[in-house]
């Protein structure tokens, strides 16, 4: 049996003709970070979204935490939780309204204390009165990232933590989410287009290009492979190729 905390196997999706997921395989080791990188389109935010469970596959499976999410993701969900951009919270609430409510749905002990404990960590003081509607995109991140974190989570999947940030703050938060997992043993899973946050944060890389991981391997092993000095060259490298994608245990699927 995997000791993987997150383990996907052959995870696809359909949508008609568009192939958004063409057969994924991957595990995520606990109190590990692993991540999902590929251009526009390349099905990173569908593998997020199927292995949360908010999105049913069309094929393939999902199980964390020793949880079959077809089955008996209601075991799982309360140790795991989320964050995107493409999620957006009820406008006319607070954002202290709001993660109040996440904090009821998820049974924190003390809601009041964590939610004040995060607005300070996330620096979110200044609008925790403010409805959610009125936020700049940072500030929404880090709204997004509270209420990811609102539950303490073993099992974190972001998908893009780090959007609109500018770079100061995208660092403090990148720092942030390092002390987390090493203070927690959190097991994370993150998508992103950011190669100085993947490089920084994540023990393994999945490429993804329409659907399907072309390559993988830890950052440092990508930059040897590609012979290049950062990931941004190794991403563009991958990006520009044509031809068969690497699949679960590295066997040619097809081009994609
Ligand atoms: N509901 C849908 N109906 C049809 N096609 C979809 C749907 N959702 C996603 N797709 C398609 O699936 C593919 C993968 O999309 P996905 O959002 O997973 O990519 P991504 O890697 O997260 O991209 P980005 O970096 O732009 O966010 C894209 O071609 C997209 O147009």
Request: aromatic share 6%; charged share 25%; hydrophobic share 40%.
């Amino acid at each position: 049996m995997s000791k993987a905390v997150i383990d996907v196997r052959d995870l696809k999706k359909r949508y008609g003709d568009v192939h958004a997921v063409r057969g994924v395989s991957f595990t995520v080791e606990a109190g590990t970070t692993v991540g999902l990188l590929g251009g526009n389109g390349a099905g990173k935010t569908t593998t997020i979204a199927m292995t949360l469970g908010l999105l049913e596959p069309s094929g393939g499976s999902v199980s964390i935490l020793g949880c079959d999410m077809a089955r008996d993701r209601y075991r799982a969900l309360p140790y795991m939780n989320f964050s995107s951009p493409y999620v957006d919270l009820p406008h006319r609430l607070t954002v202290r309204e709001n993660l109040r409510i996440y904090a009821g749905l998820y049974s924190v002990p003390d809601p009041k204390a964590r939610i004040d404990e995060l607005a300070a960590q996330l620096h979110m003081e200044d609008f925790m009165t403010r409805p959610s509607g009125r936020l700049s995109a940072g500030q929404k991140t880090r709204v997004a990232l509270a209420k990811a974190l609102i539950n303490r989570p073993r099992v974190l999947l972001l998908d893009e933590p780090t959007a609109s940030l500018d770079p100061d703050t995208g660092d403090w938060i990148r720092t942030y989410l390092e002390n987390y997992q090493r203070d927690t043993g959190a097991t994370v899973l993150l998508a992103s287009h950011n190669m100085q946050e993947v490089e920084r944060l994540c023990s393994e890389v999945l490429m993804m290009r329409q659907g399907a991981i072309v390559d993988r391997g830890s950052p440092a092993a990508l930059l040897a492979k590609y012979g290049r000095e950062s990931m941004d060259e190794v991403f563009l490298d991958i990006a520009r190729q044509t031809g068969a994608a690497v699949g679960a245990n590295g066997q040619e699927q097809g081009a994609a």
